[in-house]
């Protein structure tokens, strides 16, 4: 007998592996590029919206929604994808962030938000409702596994988050003193006095500007009407921050603070911080912690001048009710992993 010795077609069985191997390779090459590709541009556009968005908190839910949707027409993100969807109400959620524990906190509506959630996604981890708002790309690998008689989706889905919150930016040129502070609790019709008599319950400060100059301080009044030319690094200064004070007393600098108190904001809460207690102020202390004022009224005349406000200490840089001038910050959104 002879034995069978022919190799004929093993070179086929080889070749055939090698096409489907390299098929298989070339379609993971594509879902991932395409995946990474779509991750890319979603993850600019909600850190686009969230960021926009949240300067709407200190308005209404309506200014929310509209400033997170202003970047539709150019966040290309859905132009590549087989689901198009843009962002709207559905894919915000209203947070509130604790800057001590870094905890952030689901809403139910914009009441107490500091920050705004948006997001693309099928389930919200924070709510556990479904939104079915994530994106998908097309799956190159799905023709090959039905080939192979395997069931796959059509698609694959990527979810994108991004949350921010707004930083009050101090500005206001006031820093009061512990002693006037009654905890967390509002304390109305409180007079702040500067006097290089003594006796003073607060200060003019210029934060980290230098010299504290009277035409300094006068300045910073009407800043703040427009948040134009805050203190240098105004979004660094923070509890443990060194500021710089004076107590000059000048009629003109009594008459910015009515203009922008009693006459352009009127009823406004404004972000202030507290100091040491001391006799006359020092030429710089450290800030111990955050106080929110509002003015009700300004007394620009006589000896004896003040400034009387409604007071509640005990604050967070991270407050939408109280301010006009914000900077907004971009927040790991730990739940989701992003």
């Not at 590549?80 to 962030?97: D, E, K």
């Not at 710089?244 to 003109?252: A, I, M, T, W």
């Not at 009387?308 to 407050?319: A, I, K, P």
Request: charged fraction near 15%.
């Amino acid at each position: 007998m002879s034995r069978a010795n022919s190799e004929k077609g093993g070179v086929l069985v080889f070749m055939t592996f090698m096409i489907v191997l390299l098929l298989i390779m070339v379609g993971m090459g594509l879902d991932t590029g395409y995946l990474s590709y779509t991750r890319s541009q979603g993850q600019a556009a909600v850190d686009a919206a969230a960021l926009s968005a949240v300067s709407g908190l200190p308005l209404n839910a309506g200014a929310v929604t509209a400033r997170a949707a202003a970047f539709n027409s150019t966040n290309n993100y859905t132009g590549a994808v087989v689901q198009s969807n843009v962002i709207g109400a559905s894919n915000i959620t209203y947070v509130q962030y604790n800057e001590t524990s870094g905890v952030i906190t689901d809403l139910p509506s914009i009441a107490g938000a500091n920050g705004v959630r948006v997001a693309l996604e099928k389930t919200n981890p924070y709510t556990g409702t479904t939104s079915s708002t994530q994106m998908r790309t097309p799956a190159f690998m799905t023709p090959l596994m039905k080939l192979f008689g395997a069931s796959a989706s059509g698609s694959n889905d990527v979810n994108v988050s991004a949350v921010a919150a707004l930083k009050a930016l101090p500005g206001i040129p006031i820093a009061i003193m512990e002693k006037i502070c009654n905890g967390m609790n509002q304390v109305n019709n409180v007079r702040l006095r500067q006097s290089s008599a003594g006796g003073d319950n607060s200060c003019w400060t210029t934060y980290t500007d230098t010299p504290s100059t009277d035409n300094v301080v006068q300045a910073l009044f009407q800043k703040n009407l427009t948040c134009s030319g805050l203190p240098a690094g105004s979004e660094l200064i923070t509890i443990g921050t060194s500021i710089v004070l004076n107590d000059n007393v000048q009629d003109s600098t009594y008459e910015k603070a009515t203009q922008l108190f009693m006459m352009d904001m009127p009823n406004q809460w404004w972000f202030v911080p507290v100091i040491p207690d001391s006799p006359n102020c020092q030429p710089t202390e450290s800030i111990t912690q955050w106080a929110k004022i509002r003015p009700t009224h300004v007394d620009d005349s006589g000896s004896n001048k003040y400034i009387e406000v409604d007071l509640v200490c005990g604050q967070s840089q991270f407050r939408a009710d109280a301010n006009q001038c914000f900077t907004a910050r971009l927040l790991r959104d730990t739940k989701s992993g992003m």
